[in-house]
């Protein structure tokens, strides 16, 4: 911590000055607090700016890569916090920094290895495409030229493999989807979430219709996000509310959204079937499946997805449900503040 005047001449000193930016007091008292930019920063007059706002709102906060004394950097956050006489006039600032340089590191680490991975599993997904549509093509043509002609036995184990290749390219299909959705098409934008629940509502029309359901929704907010993306969350959480329906009653599903500070709480509520609400966190893991394929079709990466959504955009996805009586699906996102 160190105090510097209202024009950013640098005041005290103390060990920490040494440890984390290299300076010794002589060498650092009477510097401008510039110094310790990176020659990028330091041309976009970031220090004026920043003692500007300090100086309007009382404290002004950053976190950035900063120069050391001798040129290497040092990822920090600092808090800079405008101090005044009795009567009011500004005389100078105080700064707080602290060393976040692991932590900024180690989070580089894992968006690099996270990356890696997606990349792996979307290029396997892809390319197991192509073998498995020949097997899939092939069994079914000899099932169907041979069909008869060979032993009960013979018709029966065809019967498997053609099951098991169509499974299986669904598997990959999926797999191929997750891998894909944290790969953004285009950058975040203001939308309109009633536009993208809409537009979800209108590409499921003919399963709603089905099955006679109602899907409704209050007024919803507008934020930050990728429009794509928000209609397939919404799309995948109301199929899945029709998908997983009551066999005694028509499927109602409701779309709300209520502040919560600084995040938006939306919530996707069911009146259908619903599950142990003990599973409530394993049914986010992809290809985690509670109901059987013979009753309700599905690759268990629908929700996967939803996760990888909502956590991209800064936000969180949980479920709450009664067996017999329904389910809710919560996810936050940020309000915008632009
Ligand atoms: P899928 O529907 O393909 O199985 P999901 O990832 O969308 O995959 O869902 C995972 C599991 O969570 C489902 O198999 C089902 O058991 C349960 N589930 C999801 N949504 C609901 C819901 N609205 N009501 C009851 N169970 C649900």
Same mark, same amino acid.
């Given at each position: 911590? !160190?105090?510097?005047?209202?024009?950013?001449?640098?005041?005290?000193?103390? =060990?920490?000055?040494?440890?984390?930016?290299?300076?010794?007091?002589? @060498?650092?008292?009477?510097? /401008?607090?510039?110094?310790?930019?990176?020659?990028?920063?330091?041309?976009?007059?970031?220090?004026?700016?920043?003692?500007?706002?300090?100086?309007?709102?009382?404290?002004?906060?950053?976190?950035?890569? +900063?120069?050391?004394?001798?040129?290497?950097?040092?990822? %920090?956050?600092?808090?800079?916090?405008? &101090?005044?006489?009795?009567?009011?006039?500004?005389?100078?600032?105080?700064?707080?920094?602290?060393?976040?340089?692991?932590?900024?590191?180690?989070?580089?680490?894992?968006?690099?290895?996270?990356?890696?991975?997606?990349? !792996?599993?979307?290029?396997?997904?892809?390319?197991?495409?192509?073998?498995?549509?020949?097997?899939?093509?092939?069994?079914?043509?000899?099932?169907?030229?041979?069909?008869?002609?060979?032993?009960?036995?013979?018709?029966?184990?065809?019967?498997?493999?053609?099951?098991?290749?169509?499974?299986?390219?669904?598997?990959?299909?999926?797999?191929?989807?997750?891998?894909?959705?944290?790969?953004?098409?285009?950058?975040?934008?203001?939308?309109?979430?009633?536009?993208?629940?809409?537009?979800?509502?209108?590409?499921?029309? =003919?399963?709603?219709? @089905?099955?006679?359901?109602?899907?409704? +929704?209050?007024?919803?907010?507008?934020?930050?996000?990728?429009?794509?993306?928000?209609?397939?969350?919404?799309?995948?959480?109301?199929?899945?509310?029709?998908?997983?329906?009551?066999?005694?009653?028509?499927?109602?599903? /409701?779309?709300?959204?209520?502040?919560?500070?600084?995040?938006?709480? &939306?919530?996707? /509520?069911?009146? %259908?079937?619903g599950f142990d609400p003990k599973y409530a966190a394993?049914i !986010?893991?992809? !290809?985690?499946?509670?109901?059987?394929?013979? =009753?309700?079709? %599905?690759?268990?990466? %629908?929700?996967? &997805?939803?996760?990888?959504?909502?956590?991209? +955009?800064?936000?969180?996805?949980?479920a709450e449900s009664r067996i017999?009586?329904?389910s809710?699906?919560?996810?936050?996102?940020?309000?915008?503040?632009?």
């Amino acid at each position: 911590m !160190f105090m510097v005047d209202p024009q950013g001449v640098i005041l005290s000193w103390n =060990q920490g000055v040494k440890e984390l930016l290299g300076y010794s007091e002589d @060498e650092w008292i009477g510097q /401008h607090a510039a110094i310790i930019f990176t020659p990028a920063d330091m041309a976009k007059d970031l220090w004026e700016s920043e003692m500007k706002k300090a100086e309007k709102s009382g404290y002004s906060t950053d976190i950035r890569w +900063h120069s050391r004394k001798d040129g290497t950097e040092i990822f %920090g956050s600092g808090f800079l916090n405008a &101090i005044r006489d009795e009567s009011g006039t500004l005389i100078g600032y105080s700064k707080v920094f602290s060393d976040e340089t692991a932590r900024k590191e180690l989070q580089d680490s894992l968006t690099e290895s996270n990356a890696a991975l997606e990349q !792996f599993a979307y290029v396997a997904s892809h390319d197991l495409q192509e073998p498995l549509r020949t097997m899939g093509a092939y069994s079914q043509l000899i099932s169907r030229k041979y069909k008869g002609k060979l032993d009960e036995d013979a018709d029966r184990f065809l019967g498997f493999i053609v099951g098991a290749a169509t499974r299986m390219s669904a598997l990959v299909t999926g797999l191929l989807s997750y891998a894909r959705s944290t790969v953004r098409d285009d950058r975040p934008s203001s939308v309109a979430l009633d536009e993208d629940v809409e537009a979800a509502i209108s590409h499921l029309a =003919q399963a709603i219709e @089905e099955c006679g359901g109602v899907v409704t +929704h209050e007024a919803l907010p507008v934020v930050q996000a990728d429009r794509g993306q928000m209609v397939r969350l919404f799309q995948n959480l109301v199929s899945n509310a029709l998908k997983y329906r009551h066999p005694e009653r028509a499927p109602e599903v /409701h779309v709300t959204a209520k502040q919560k500070g600084s995040e938006w709480v &939306i919530s996707v /509520h069911d009146n %259908g079937i619903g599950f142990d609400p003990k599973y409530a966190a394993t049914i !986010f893991t992809p !290809f985690k499946r509670l109901h059987s394929g013979e =009753q309700y079709t %599905g690759t268990g990466v %629908g929700l996967a &997805i939803c996760k990888r959504i909502v956590e991209t +955009h800064g936000g969180r996805i949980w479920a709450e449900s009664r067996i017999g009586e329904g389910s809710t699906f919560h996810f936050t996102l940020p309000v915008d503040n632009t």
